[in-house]
């Protein structure tokens, strides 16, 4: 069965063409990110109207894949939460109204449920029980998925997400947007142990606000000589060695609220997904602790595309069926499977 996915819930319009929920014939990614780097962040009005614009495009270089385009199509998925109203509103009516017009069944699928199953998109042996550290620039959340369709969210962030930290570091270096894959570049010429930040373990949840604030002040302590203009630091050593010690530190506390909820779970295997799961630090961490029974997708399935909402989306049609056409957006839609 082929199945055509939809994804505009943040900056990236993509769409995907999957066969049987976990062969992947296109997976099409359209950034914005030239767009909001002006602004460094996602502006929502305008993600908005660039899905709109590229949309039609993106899904017509996904359908490339299948001869007969449209014709070849069996089903639909499309992203309807979390994430922007108005981005998600987009990929919504554009999949609904495609689905109504082909007569194909539609299932409206979680963006984190996605991420998960990117999981089990990358590794063709992973099946639930397995547990999932998603960490993305919105959520930094623990899941164990006891079987297809059933997750358990074990833990969350209490304040900001993982990603989140990371695009504020970066401002607060003077890096370019997107901020995590700058701190990761500046962290490799850095001393980690050169700032002293603090390692923040909660049980049962994460929390990354009292690290931002502690870089805030270790920038703020370098004195105004070593600051810019802009109030970053001046020193490309200093700069490098705050990069490298606060992803440490954000590194050491994801990867200690995993290690001890597979312990407590007794999880046999275990899956990091997201953004920010693209870390090189982050995935060389998770797989000295947790070797052989870790999977981290490729770069491209980390962040953003359509090929896992397809996954999920399988999953959901194959249990569920489609859903009656005209559900809406749930920007806060909290489902992992
Ligand atoms: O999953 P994603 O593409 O979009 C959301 O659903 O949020 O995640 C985006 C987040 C951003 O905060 C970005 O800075 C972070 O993932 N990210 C990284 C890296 N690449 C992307 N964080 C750390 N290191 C990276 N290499
Ligand atoms: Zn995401």
Redesign the pocket.
Known sequence: MNLLAIET??D?TAAAVLRDGREVLSSVVASQVALHADYGGVVPELAARAHLEVIATTVDAALDALPGGWDDLEAMAVTRGP?LAGCLLVGTCYAQAAAAARRLPVVGVS?LAG?VYSAWLADPSLEPPFLALV?????TDLVLLRDHGDAVHLAATRDD????A??KV?RMLGLAY????S??RAAAAGDPGRFPLPRTHLEGSFSFSGLKTAVRYAVRDLGAAALTGAGTPRDPATLAGLAASF?AAAVDQLVTGLVRAAERTGAERVAVV???A???A?RAAVRERLGGAVVIPPMAL???NAAMVGAAGWQRLMRRGGDPLGFTVDPALDEFA
């Open positions: 819930s943040c990236e994430g963006h991420h960490v993305s620039g919105g959520h997400a993982a990603g989140e990371f695009d970066a997107p901020g995590g894959p701190v990761e992803q997201g953004g920010v693209a870390n090189q982050l980390c962040t953003d």
